[in-house]
């Protein structure tokens, strides 16, 4: 039983609370963690970029995407990883459950120097693609020999 203005105050206060929270769980920019706390939405699929003298190597997690379902361009001194993965129900049968959702994706990774687009190479291997982009040869490391004057 609500006895006075304090008790309004604390009720709107719970309902202000209680719709920041739902206005949260259906942000698509924004997941909750475990204990409410907020993090940023993970970008898919996952991808480690590694650095060697001569290449830049890109590794990317797709799984269960075949070859045909994944292409790789430069473009404009990035990367541009673009893939689909399709869930399609085999003929005569009915969904029970469905958590693998069909999914499009793009992801365009700047590269910290320029590459040789021509020699630029892929290859997908139990869901990880790797890409190798091998550096240009003005972006490789010299060595000047220095002479005495």
Same mark, same amino acid.
């Given at each position: 039983?609500?006895?006075?203005?304090?008790? $309004? %105050? %604390?009720?709107?206060?719970?309902?202000?609370?209680?719709?920041?929270?739902?206005?949260? +769980? $259906? %942000?698509? &920019? =924004? @997941?909750?963690?475990?204990?409410?706390?907020?993090?940023?939405?993970? /970008?898919?699929? #996952?991808?480690? *970029?590694?650095?060697?003298? =001569?290449?830049?190597? *890109?590794?990317?997690? *797709?799984?269960?995407?075949?070859?045909? %379902?994944?292409? *790789?361009? @430069? =473009?404009?001194?990035?990367? /541009?990883?673009?893939?689909?993965?399709?869930?399609? /129900?085999?003929?005569?049968?009915?969904?029970?459950?469905?958590?693998?959702?069909? @999914?499009?994706?793009? &992801?365009?990774?700047?590269?910290?120097?320029? @590459?040789?687009?021509? +020699? /630029?190479? #892929?290859?997908?291997?139990?869901?990880?693609?790797?890409?190798?982009?091998?550096?240009?040869?003005?972006?490789?490391? &010299?060595?000047?020999?220095?002479?005495?004057?």
């Amino acid at each position: 039983m609500l006895t006075g203005w304090k008790d $309004f %105050d %604390d009720t709107f206060r719970t309902l202000d609370y209680l719709q920041r929270r739902i206005d949260r +769980a $259906f %942000d698509p &920019r =924004e @997941v909750l963690a475990p204990r409410g706390r907020l993090r940023a939405r993970a /970008v898919w699929p #996952a991808t480690n *970029v590694f650095e060697t003298k =001569e290449a830049f190597i *890109v590794k990317a997690d *797709v799984p269960g995407l075949a070859d045909k %379902d994944v292409s *790789v361009s @430069v =473009e404009e001194e990035s990367l /541009v990883i673009r893939g689909e993965r399709k869930t399609e /129900v085999p003929q005569g049968y009915r969904v029970h459950l469905r958590e693998r959702a069909p @999914v499009a994706f793009t &992801r365009r990774l700047p590269l910290p120097a320029r @590459v040789d687009a021509d +020699a /630029v190479s #892929a290859s997908l291997s139990e869901g990880i693609l790797t890409v190798t982009l091998p550096k240009a040869r003005e972006a490789l490391p &010299r060595q000047i020999a220095v002479k005495a004057g």
